[in-house]
């Protein structure tokens, strides 16, 4: 299943789709999983945070920008939260179509996303601004892995931080570059405030979510 929707967060609107987890990779048994990109427009310029899994997928995106009131041409900004092929995967085809648009990433992915994708993005650090959001960044899922809060809704989009299928709960470990490091970042994280959370995998968490991400920093990963 694939859909561009509105979120319960004003200026963001999500773009989603589905994922097939062969056995072995995740769990023992074959999984499907959500993946969602975002745009986000609150007045500070047009961002899309990224860009979901194939080429192909792009027309979500688009159809996201337009659910925005936006098009193409608006876009400025094009934020990955990390390297993962199905957060980057729609970056090429993308750039393509909006060529004005900045491609920005985590310092430590810069690289992994040449690589893969043919395109280097600018690295942006913490504090940094981009469109109304403010970059915080929680390396060891990636080297490079970033968390975007959006302060006027008080919302942190949390790219694969931690997923919220069947509960809030930390990405797999096969899929983790440095549990020890993640662990650092999910506990930082958690000593911010924010009121909602948006991962890029399961269902956003409306109010009460920096309770929710302490308590899992707390658990026992």
């Known amino acids: 299943m694939a859909s561009s929707e509105n979120s319960d967060i004003p200026g963001l609107f999500v773009a989603r789709t589905e994922l097939l987890i062969p056995s072995g990779l995740a769990g023992p048994a074959e999984m499907s999983l959500d993946v969602r990109a975002f745009v ?16 192909g997928h792009v027309g979500l995106v688009l159809a996201a ?8 041409s ?3 900004f094009v934020v990955l939260t990390h390297s993962h092929i199905d957060h980057t995967g729609g970056l090429a085809t993308l750039a393509v179509l909006a060529p004005q648009a900045q491609i920005l990433c985590g310092v430590g992915d810069v690289e992994a996303i040449h690589a893969s994708t043919g395109l280097r993005p600018d690295a942006i650090a913490a504090g ?5 959001l403010e970059v915080f960044p929680t ?14 809704s008080s919302t942190m989009l ?3 931080l931690a997923g919220n299928v069947d509960g809030l709960r930390r990405p ?50």
């Open 128 to 132: 940094e601004r981009v469109g109304g």
């Open 65 to 72: 920008l337009q659910r925005s009131g936006t098009d193409i």
């Open 139 to 152: 390396p060891g899922h990636t080297p490079g892995h970033l968390c975007l809060f959006e302060p006027a």
């Open 158 to 160: 949390l790219g694969d």
């Open 172 to 221: 797999p470990a096969a899929f983790t570059a440095d549990r020890h490091v993640a662990e650092e970042s999910l506990r930082a994280l958690a000593e911010r405030r924010f009121d909602n959370a948006i991962p890029s995998h399961g269902e956003p968490i409306i109010g009460g979510a920096h309770g929710a991400v302490a308590r899992l920093a707390a658990s026992v990963g």
């Open 40 to 55: 986000v427009d609150r007045g500070e310029g047009v961002v899309v945070v990224d860009t979901l899994m194939e080429p």
């Open 74 to 76: 608006q876009l400025q």
